[in-house]
C-alpha cells in the first residue's frame, strides 16, 4: 500500500519532469523557426546590390535596402544624440540619490516610460514635431525612438553605477578630488562597460521598432537623408513590403528581415560576451 | 617639542540623532605616531573621518568644536584643500581598477587635473613607491592594473598614493586588518620608517600592534576620550580604569 | 596643487599652499571649474527631466483627446460601431479586440512560461543547458515585433486556414487566434524570465526541508516553490499582460484589420494599437484624429496602472 503511493509519487516527479522539459524545449523552439525561415528566404536575396541599391518601382526586379539601412542608422544617432548624454545623467542621479521622495518619483518616471507602448510614442513624436513641423521627417522619428532609448540607458546606467563599492569614490574624495570630477572620471570610467553593454541593448531595442516610425519618419523610397523629410527605416520597409501585393516586394522584406534580425541579434549578443569580458574588477 | 601638528578641541560629531563622539580634546605631534584605539563602535573611526571632513560625507552629519591643523581650523577650509594636506588609507586596499600603478600613484595629480612634467610625475611615483617598499616589486611592471597585486601589495600602493600628495597627516584606518600576517608586519614596518616623513594617526583595534609600533595612543570608550598619552606609559600603567579593563581584555 | 590649467607648476611647496589655495577658490567662484554645486544641480535637473518627459506625455495625449472626449463621451466606450465615413467612433470593438487577444495570449503563454521559469528557476539552474535555454529565451525577447508578425504570416496563417477551412470556418487565416498566437510566443520570453528570478529567490531552505523530509521535486514544486513565488508569477503575469495590450506589429499583421466586433475566434478583427496604425495616418478630420489618439491615451493609462500594479506587487514580495 505504502509502497504503491510511493510509486505514483516517483512516477508523477518523473512525469512532471518530462513534460516540464518538453514544454521549455517547444518554448524555444520558435528562435530556431524564425532563424530557418528568415535564413532561408532571405539569405538569397542578400547580395552587394541589394545593400548599396534604392528600391526599384513595382514589377521591376533588383532593388535594394541601401536608404534603409542608411535611414536606420540616421535614426539611431539622432535617438542616441537625445538619449544618451539625459539618460547617463539621469542614471548618475538616481544611483547617488538612492533615498527621498523627489528620487523615488523620477526612478518610478523612467520605469513607467518603460512600459509605454511603442505606438503611443509614435503619437506623442507626431503631435510634438510632425504636427507643428507640417511633415513627416527623421528628426520626429529620432524624437520618438529617443523616448523610448532612454529609460534603458537610464536604468542600465543606474544599475552598473549601483554595483561599484563606495570605496571607490571614497578613495578619490580623500585624495582631495572633488565630487564632480570624482563622479565623472573615477566612477563613470569603473562603471563603463555597464553603460556601453546598456547603450548596445538600447540600440538593439529602437533598431526593430516599426510602430513609432509609422506617423513620424513613415519611410520614404527615395534616399533622402534629410533631417526634416521622411526617411525609411528596416523595420518600416519589412513592414510595408511583407504587407504588399507584389512577391518581389516579398522578397526584398524577406532579405530586409534577414539583415535587420541579423544586427539585432548580433547586438544582444556582442552586448552579453561585452558585459563577461569587460567587466571591471573591483 | 615643538607644538602639536593638529589640536583637537572640544570636538563632538555624531549623525541624525546619534551622538558618536563626546568633547574630544587631543593633540597629535608632528613625525610621531598615534593610535587611536578602542572597541568596535567606540567613535575612532569616526573621529579620524572628521579630521579629514569625510565624515559629512554621510547624510545628516553633525559636528562640533575645532580641529586645528597649523592653527588653522579645518572646518574653515575647503574640504578639498584640507584632504590633500590630510592622506587617508583605508581599511580595504581601493586602488583604482581602472588605472595602472604608475597612474594610480600620481592619481591625486590626474584627477586634480593638476599638470606635472613628465619628468617630476616619474620622480613623484618612484620617490612615493620607494616610501612605501613597493618600488622594488612592481618597478617593471608599472603600467600593468593596480587590482593584480597581491593584498599587501594593493595596500602600500594605497600607502604610496597617498604619500605622493605629499601630506602633512596620513590617516590610517585599521590597515592592515584585512590582510595576513605577513603583510602586516611589512606594513607595520613600513609605518614606523614613514613617521620620518609624515605625522601618523592610525586607528586600530588589535592592541598589539598598537603597542608595537606607536609613540602616542588615545583610548577612545564610547564617544569620550578616555586616555591619551605616550604608548610605553599608557600600556604599562594606564591611568583610568577602563583602560586597564580594555587592555586586559575585559571587553573589546 | 589646485590649479587646473595649463601651466605646468612645480609640486608641493607647503609655502605656497595657502595662495594656491585662494586661487582654487576664485577658480571654482569663476566658475572655471565644474564645481560641486553646479554638478549636482545638474544631476537635478536631469532627475527632473524624466518626471517632466511623463507628464508632458500623459497632458499632450489628453489635450488632443479632448475633441473626441467632448464630442463622444461615452459613447467613444461602449459604441460598437467605427465608421469614419459617418463619423461613428465606437470604440468597442477594439476594446474587445485587445482584451480578447491579450487573455487569450496570456493563457497560452503562461502554459509554457511557467514550465521554462521552473526549468530555469529550480531543475536547471546552473549548467550549459541552463545557458543555452536562458540565451535563447533572451535572444527572443529581442527579437523585432515585426520579424515575428512577418514570420507568422507564413508560419501560423497557413495552419489556421488549414484548421477553418477543415471546420467549416471562412478560411481568412488572418483574425484573432492567429494574432493571440502570435502574441503568446512574443510574451513567452518576457514572462519566463520574470518568473524565472521570482522562482530563483524562493529561499533554498525552504526547498531543502522540504527535499529532507522525502518530498519529491514535483512536490517541491507543487506544495513549496508556487506558493512561495505565487505573487511574483502573478505579478510577472501582471507585466506580460501590460506587455501584450501594447504590442502593435505582429498583431497588425496578423489580426485582419476589421473594425466589426469579432464574433468568434477566427474573426478578424482590430485591437486598440493596430487600428492606430492602420489608420492613423489617413484619418483626416479632427474628431477621427483626436479619437485614435483618444485610445492611444486609454493604451497609455491602462499599461501605466498595471504596470505600477505589478511592480507594486515584486517590491512587495521581495522585501518579505
Not at chain 1, 255 to 263: E, Q, R
Request: charged share 15%.
Amino acid at each position: 500500500m505504502k509502497d504503491s503511493a510511493l510509486r505514483r509519487r516517483i512516477f508523477a516527479d518523473r512525469a512532471f519532469q518530462v513534460v516540464v522539459v518538453f514544454l521549455s524545449f517547444c518554448s524555444i523552439l520558435p528562435m530556431f523557426f524564425i532563424l530557418f525561415f528568415i535564413s532561408k528566404n532571405g539569405i538569397t536575396s542578400i547580395n552587394w546590390n541589394f545593400l548599396t541599391k534604392l528600391p526599384a518601382p513595382v514589377g521591376e526586379t533588383g532593388g535594394g535596402i541601401s536608404n534603409a539601412i542608411l535611414g536606420s542608422a540616421l535614426l539611431i544617432v539622432l535617438a542616441s544624440i537625445i538619449a544618451v548624454p539625459l539618460g547617463i545623467l539621469t542614471g548618475i542621479y538616481l544611483s547617488e540619490y538612492r533615498k527621498g521622495k523627489f528620487a523615488y518619483l523620477s526612478r518610478l518616471s523612467v520605469e513607467i516610460l518603460m512600459g509605454i507602448p511603442s505606438i503611443v510614442i509614435g503619437i506623442i513624436a507626431y503631435v510634438w514635431v510632425v504636427k507643428p513641423f507640417g511633415s513627416f521627417s527623421a528628426v520626429s522619428g529620432g524624437v520618438a525612438l529617443g523616448i523610448m532609448m532612454l529609460p534603458v540607458i537610464v536604468m542600465s546606467t543606474e544599475e552598473t553605477l549601483k554595483l561599484i563599492p563606495d570605496t571607490l569614490k571614497e578613495a578619490s574624495l580623500a585624495l582631495g578630488v572633488s565630487y564632480p570630477r570624482t563622479i565623472l572620471k573615477v566612477i563613470l570610467p569603473a562603471g563603463l562597460s555597464g553603460i556601453v553593454t546598456g547603450m548596445l541593448l538600447a540600440v538593439a531595442r529602437i533598431a526593430g521598432e516599426t510602430a513609432p516610425l509609422l506617423f513620424t519618419a513613415f519611410g520614404s523610397p527615395f534616399m533622402a537623408l534629410s533631417l526634416f523629410k521622411p526617411v525609411s527605416a528596416l523595420p518600416l520597409t519589412v513592414f510595408n513590403y511583407a504587407t504588399s501585393p507584389y512577391p518581389e516586394w516579398h522578397a526584398l522584406a524577406w532579405g530586409a528581415s534577414f539583415v535587420l534580425l541579423v544586427f539585432v541579434l548580433a547586438l544582444n549578443l556582442l552586448a552579453k560576451v561585452g558585459m563577461r569580458k569587460w567587466k571591471v574588477q573591483f | 617639542m615643538e607644538g602639536p601638528v593638529l589640536k583637537i578641541e572640544h570636538f563632538s560629531a555624531g549623525f541624525d540623532s546619534n551622538q558618536v563622539l563626546k568633547d574630544i580634546n587631543l593633540s597629535i605631534f608632528r613625525n610621531k605616531i598615534t593610535a587611536v584605539m578602542g572597541p568596535s563602535g567606540c567613535g575612532k573611526t569616526t573621529l579620524i573621518r572628521c579630521i579629514n571632513r569625510m565624515h559629512e560625507l554621510i547624510a545628516n552629519a553633525r559636528v562640533s568644536g575645532k580641529i586645528l591643523l597649523d592653527n588653522e581650523d579645518v572646518f574653515d577650509i575647503d574640504p578639498i584643500i584640507v584632504r590633500r594636506k590630510i592622506g587617508m588609507v583605508f581599511q580595504r586596499p581601493n586602488p583604482f581598477p581602472t588605472m595602472s600603478i604608475y597612474d594610480n600613484v600620481i592619481a591625486g595629480y590626474n584627477l586634480n587635473g593638476i599638470r606635472v612634467a613628465k619628468v617630476d610625475r616619474d620622480r613623484i611615483v618612484e620617490e612615493s613607491l620607494k616610501k612605501a617598499a613597493l618600488w622594488d616589486e612592481v618597478k617593471d611592471v608599472l603600467h600593468r592594473k593596480g587590482t593584480f597585486l597581491s593584498g599587501g601589495q594593493q595596500q602600500r600602493l594605497c600607502i604610496a598614493r597617498a604619500l605622493a600628495m605629499d601630506p602633512e597627516i596620513i590617516l590610517l584606518d585599521e590597515p592592515t586588518s584585512a590582510l595576513d600576517p605577513k603583510s602586516t608586519t611589512h606594513i607595520e614596518e613600513l609605518v614606523v620608517h614613514l613617521k620620518n616623513t609624515v605625522t601618523i594617526i592610525q586607528v586600530t583595534h588589535n592592541i598589539p600592534q598598537a603597542a608595537r609600533i606607536s609613540d602616542y595612543t588615545a583610548f577612545i570608550y564610547l564617544g569620550e576620550l578616555v586616555e591619551f598619552g605616550p604608548t610605553e606609559k599608557l600600556f604599562t600603567v594606564p591611568k583610568d580604569k577602563r583602560t586597564e579593563e580594555y587592555l586586559t581584555g575585559k571587553f573589546g | 596643487m589646485l590649479e587646473s590649467t595649463g601651466q605646468m607648476i612645480q609640486p608641493m611647496n607647503r609655502a605656497d599652499q595657502e595662495t594656491q589655495a585662494q586661487a582654487a577658490r576664485l577658480r571654482y567662484r569663476a566658475g572655471l571649474t565644474l564645481s560641486e554645486p553646479a554638478f549636482r544641480k545638474i544631476l537635478y535637473l536631469a532627475g527632473v527631466s524624466v518626471l517632466v518627459l511623463l507628464i508632458a506625455i500623459f497632458l499632450s495625449l489628453l489635450f488632443a483627446s479632448l475633441p473626441s472626449i467632448k464630442k463622444l463621451g461615452i459613447r467613444f466606450l461602449i459604441g460598437r460601431t467605427w465608421d469614419p465615413v459617418t463619423s461613428q467612433f465606437g470604440a468597442l470593438p477594439f476594446l474587445v479586440g485587445t482584451l480578447v487577444t491579450s487573455f487569450l495570449a496570456l493563457l497560452i503563454s503562461t502554459f509554457f512560461s511557467i514550465p521554462i521559469s521552473i526549468f530555469l528557476g529550480y531543475y536547471y539552474r546552473e549548467g550549459k543547458a541552463s545557458s543555452f535555454v536562458k540565451t535563447v529565451i533572451e535572444l527572443l525577447a529581442g527579437v523585432p515585433s515585426v520579424i515575428y508578425g512577418f514570420w507568422g504570416l507564413f508560419f501560423f496563417i497557413p495552419i489556421i486556414r488549414f484548421i477553418e477551412v477543415e471546420l467549416g470556418a471562412a478560411p481568412y487565416g488572418v483574425g484573432i487566434l492567429a494574432s493571440s498566437l502570435i502574441l503568446a510566443v512574443m510574451i513567452i520570453p518576457y514572462s519566463a524570465s520574470l518568473g524565472r528570478e521570482v522562482i530563483n529567490l524562493v529561499p533554498t531552505d525552504l526547498k531543502e526541508a522540504a527535499l529532507s523530509l522525502g518530498a519529491t521535486r514535483f512536490e517541491v514544486v507543487r506544495k513549496v516553490i508556487l506558493p512561495y513565488a505565487r505573487s511574483g508569477i502573478f505579478a510577472g503575469v501582471l507585466l506580460s499582460l501590460g506587455r501584450a495590450l501594447g504590442e502593435t506589429m505582429a498583431v497588425t499583421m496578423l489580426i485582419g484589420n476589421s473594425n466589426f466586433l469579432p464574433t468568434s475566434i477566427f474573426s478578424p478583427a482590430n485591437t486598440m494599437a493596430s487600428v492606430i496604425a492602420n489608420e492613423f495616418t489617413e484619418a483626416t478630420g479632427a474628431v477621427y484624429l483626436s479619437s485614435l489618439v483618444e485610445l492611444a491615451l486609454l493604451l497609455f493609462v491602462v499599461t501605466t496602472v498595471i504596470n505600477v500594479i505589478g511592480k507594486v506587487v515584486i517590491i512587495k514580495t521581495s522585501v518579505t
